[in-house]
């Protein structure tokens, strides 16, 4: 969303769209269609499945949440109210459900460029 924007009649409009947007395909931005991966970074490695993010997430205290949603696989730390929602799938885990987990887990994760 980058370039020249207009604020005019209350209105805001793109006057310049910026490069992304003019070379994505079918409309979607470069930045969209990037793969991102979550990292850990006391290892260095990749979450590359939920077994593993469950196996590092429960050496931070988190555990298993079974009472919510049947469509997610969730998480919960006693000591705070958040919860990590994800898609049972894991072609689905995206960057929103990565910085997320960054989010609530500072300096253990970190979300880079695929």
């Known amino acids: 969303m980058s370039g020249v924007w207009e604020f005019k009649n209350g209105v805001m409009k793109q006057k310049n769209p ?3 947007q003019n070379e994505g395909r079918q409309g979607e931005s470069s930045s969209q269609l990037r793969r991102k991966e979550l990292v850990h970074l006391p290892t260095g490695e990749v979450v590359s499945s ?3 993010l469950e196996q590092i997430l429960k050496s931070l205290g988190w555990e298993r949440y079974y009472e919510g949603d049947p469509g997610f696989y969730q998480f919960h730390k006693s000591s705070s109210i958040d919860l990590i929602s994800l898609p049972w799938d894991f072609s689905k885990f995206n ?3 990565m910085y997320d987990i960054v989010v609530k887990n500072p300096n253990i994760f970190h979300v880079r460029d695929a």
């Open 18 to 20: 910026g490069k992304e």
């Open 95 to 97: 960057s929103t459900h």
């Open 50 to 52: 939920y077994t593993l």
